[in-house]
């Protein structure tokens, strides 16, 4: 038989393991920490949204070009500034601005009273919405019927579209074009970042010595260098504006035509702007520029936002097409 003290002392020893079995049976065993491998966590609240595929973004406006060069030319009136070209029949003059469309019997269009040889030309469209297919909607600068058949040309049309695509921006720029089938085109094409049938948007031409900048609602969209005088146009133009049937090329390559049972097709143009050298101006005359430089040029704004609608919302560029004649485009190897 064990000494008293030898009992106590196994007691003890007893009650000790008894309480450390219990306490570790209440906690249990520690978890491994969560694995982290490949874990990637919620960008926190301002992380820039990432892009989609193809180089879309989820932004539905370009960002703000900084410099608003709309805003330093005032309006001007229709009869003041243009006169009817044809199809008088198919336009109307009133407060709410110009009128004009395309039935199975005529289009329309207008011209400048005067020539330019540089300026800011802008106006406000809305153009109408449903299938206008084979319909163009033009506003531009040329001097076809002074040089014909060797004319210049610079060009913002809006292509028709069916029922299920959207409208078509296109700017063109002729260099010299001739009459005998070689006229050569400088296109680059957009879907808008907005529905142009829905209000009136601005869209402007910038036309100088060194440089044409295409703007929409004051972003630019293009610009088009001189990079030689060869492929760069130095002589008066007019501007016009025109509706009429392009149905040969202008919808899918001419794949869809103008269809007169939705006639007529319409247009309004209004907030008309045309400042610039005339071609009777002193040659001091100061030519437009886009930007607040007196040197010209477009800010780093500018170019922001120029990239933003041509990474987003560019779907033909004529220099990127390898079907086309590069030697007819030379500015493309510059």
């Known amino acids: 038989m064990p000494s008293p003290s030898l009992f106590f002392v196994i007691i003890t020893l007893a009650l000790f393991l008894s309480s450390s079995i219990a306490a570790a049976a209440k906690t249990g065993p520690k978890k491994p920490p969560p694995n982290t491998h490949n874990h990637h966590p919620p960008p926190p609240p301002n992380h820039p949204r990432l892009p989609r595929q193809h180089g879309i973004t989820t932004t539905k406006a370009p960002p703000h070009p900084g410099y608003l060069p709309s805003s330093k030319f005032k309006p001007t009136s229709f009869r003041k500034c243009y006169r009817n070209l044809w199809g008088e029949g198919h336009q109307k003059l009133d ?57 210049d040309e610079v060009d913002i049309e809006f292509l028709g579209k069916t029922f299920d695509e959207p409208y ?10 001739s009459g005998d089938g070689r006229i050569i085109g400088r296109e680059m094409k957009f ?5 142009p049938t829905k209000n009136f948007h601005h869209y402007a031409i910038i036309w100088n010595p060194r440089e044409l900048i295409f703007l929409v609602d004051d972003v630019p969209i293009r610009r088009y260098a001189r990079k030689s005088a060869a492929t760069f146009p130095l002589r008066p133009m007019w501007v016009y504006g025109s509706i009429w049937d392009a149905s040969a090329w202008a919808t899918d390559d001419g794949k869809y035509k103008a269809d007169y049972r939705y006639q007529p097709f319409v247009a309004t143009y209004k907030n008309f ?14 030519a437009a520029t886009a930007s607040p430089y007196r040197s010209g040029g477009m800010t780093r704004q500018q170019y922001s936002a120029m990239r933003w609608v041509q990474r987003n919302h560019m779907v033909y560029n ?9 030697s007819l485009t030379p500015e493309c190897r510059m």
Not at 98 to 121: E, I, M, N, Q
Not at 170 to 176: G, K, S
Request: proline fraction near 4%.
């Open 168 to 177: 078509t921006l296109q700017t063109n720029v002729y260099i010299r074009g």
């Open 95 to 151: 407060p709410s601005g110009l009128t004009v469309w395309l039935d199975r019997a005529s289009g329309s269009g207008f011209k400048s009273v005067k020539p330019y040889r540089s300026g800011y030309f802008g106006t406000s469209i809305k153009l109408q919405s449903g299938y206008t297919a084979g319909v163009n909607t033009a506003f531009y600068l040329s001097n076809s019927e002074a040089h014909p058949g060797n004319h």
């Open 191 to 195: 879907h808008l970042w907005f529905d």
């Open 318 to 326: 004529y220099c990127w097409d390898s079907s086309r004649d590069r």
């Open 273 to 286: 702007k045309a400042m610039g050298c005339t071609a009777y101006a002193p040659r001091w005359c100061r």
